[in-house]
């Protein structure tokens, strides 16, 4: 399956200014995978070697000698490490945390030799590391799980996933797109983004197979806790875990997850598995300006999972058929269109770092409160996934009214459309008028929303 991160990295390896390269992101989003195959379109031998399973490297890595480092590894690997063309890959860095401070001897060194590491529980080993990171000296990618782009051209091909990529705002959008986008967008959610599960669809549209792959991973998951928690904070962690994708969407309180656990405890294990990559929390922003995160709150917070696949199977959905997929109520009733649309979100800034906002006022006349924040090109832009439901528009009405924007977006699975709105939004100062337009896109295009908003 083809990521467009393939992109990303190749231009990497091309740069006169590359520093040695670490990859981000939860197990099983692909990382490995894809540094093989970037290796292999460069025509380049890949000199892999996985930390986790080859501890006796960490005196080497400790020694911070990279002659060493590279004898070392290829005594592992059994074969020459670094003398001509070649890339060095070290997999499951953060088992190694020194391995991460000699990255920057390999950027003074070697750096004709191109290097990438990987790792799923860095924050876990940045914790156990006696130095501090090599700022200026490494770069970082974040990647996430596969995008319904990707998966969209793995099972139907090239010419509708460049439709997605090329269609500008104004352009035909033929029903018979439409349809099979419908069609696809109902395997996403059943098939997710992790590469395995997604590749498997693709290649035979097992579904009984892809929940096996997502129980698998699951699975794989909760046998980590014990490497980032430990003693009675591994239960607390398995406690969130498991609410974590019933509660997609919702105002986090900790005492819907366990009445009898102190918050503190469970605010913990909740930040845990976020580092871990597992589960996002969308934060409260103002949303006064850029960037979002300067008036966030880490207080207000929404959970989204890792993958609307997962959370699927997680929920007991496996038995999901087409028909709640296909029609509005998919959308205004589930959570898991909210989930397909904030991992999409949360990677549109391409490989940095991924973080997510929303935006909620509390009255005595009640709640507002808009989906997600977005930023494109220094505008806050507020996101709905409810398609138009009487509550959601009230929302933006009254975020258009406070905060003065002339933007919104909504998520459906109509057509794409923009419609001019005027009308009235209750504020704490009383009635005001408000004017926007209203961005309606299909959940189809969902992480193609900032080149869409950047002409309207």
Do not use: C
């Not at 200026?136 to 782009?149: A, D, M, Q």
């Not at 008036?295 to 709640?324: C, E, N, R, W």
């Not at 998919?330 to 904030?342: D, M, R, S, T």
Request: glycine letters at 8%.
């Amino acid at each position: 399956m083809r990521r467009a991160a393939e992109a990303s990295l190749a231009d990497w390896i091309t740069s006169p200014r590359r520093k040695p390269l670490v990859l981000r992101g939860a197990r099983q989003v692909g990382k490995s995978t894809l540094v093989r195959r970037v290796a292999e379109s460069h025509g380049l031998p890949l000199w892999e070697v996985n930390l986790e399973r080859h501890a006796v490297l960490a005196g080497a890595f400790e020694s911070l000698d990279v002659r060493r480092i590279l004898l070392e590894v290829g005594l592992v690997l059994r074969r020459t490490v670094g003398q001509g063309p070649g890339l060095l890959f070290l997999d499951e860095i953060q088992a190694i945390p020194q391995a991460l401070t000699a990255l920057r001897y390999f950027h003074e060194e070697r750096p004709e030799l191109p290097v990438i590491a990987a790792g799923s529980l860095l924050e876990t080993a940045l914790r156990r590391l006696p130095s501090a990171m090599p700022v200026g000296r490494i770069e970082f990618f974040h990647l996430g799980p596969v995008t319904f782009l990707e998966f969209v051209e793995a099972t139907e091909g090239a010419p509708l996933a460049d439709f997605l990529r090329g269609y500008a705002l104004g352009e035909p959008w033929p029903d018979t797109v439409h349809e099979r986008l419908r069609q696809r967008l109902r395997d996403f959610v059943i098939a997710g983004g992790m590469p395995e599960a997604a590749a498997l669809f693709a290649e035979s549209a097992d579904v009984t197979g892809v929940h096996a792959v997502h129980r698998s991973i699951l699975e794989t998951y909760r046998e980590d806790f014990g490497k980032y928690a430990a003693g009675a904070q591994i239960a607390h962690v398995r406690r969130v875990f498991d609410a974590a994708p019933a509660s997609i969407g919702q105002t986090v309180k900790w005492s819907r997850v366990d009445a009898g656990t102190k918050s503190v405890d469970l605010r913990r294990a909740f930040e845990l598995l976020e580092q871990a990559g597992v589960v996002t929390g969308v934060r409260h922003s103002a949303g006064t300006g850029v960037p979002l995160g300067a008036t966030a709150h880490d207080a207000i917070l929404k959970l989204l999972f890792l993958d609307v696949g997962l959370a699927q199977t997680a929920m007991g959905l496996g038995a999901l058929t087409a028909s709640p997929l296909d029609g509005a109520r998919f959308v205004n009733e589930g959570p898991l269109a909210e989930q397909l649309a904030g991992q999409h979100l949360r990677h549109l800034q391409h490989g940095q770092r991924p973080e997510l906002h929303f935006w909620r006022r509390e009255g005595k006349a009640g709640n507002a409160e808009v989906d997600f924040l977005t930023a494109v090109d220094g505008r806050v832009v507020p996101v709905e996934v409810k398609a138009g439901a009487a509550g959601a528009m009230r929302s933006l009405h009254q975020f258009v009214a406070l905060r003065g924007t002339d933007l919104a977006v909504r998520f459906d699975l109509n057509p794409p459309s923009i419609q001019e709105i005027s009308t009235t939004a209750s504020t704490p100062e009383g009635p005001r008028s408000v004017r926007y337009r209203l961005l309606s896109l299909p959940l189809f295009l969902a992480e193609r929303v900032d080149d869409l908003v950047r002409p309207v």
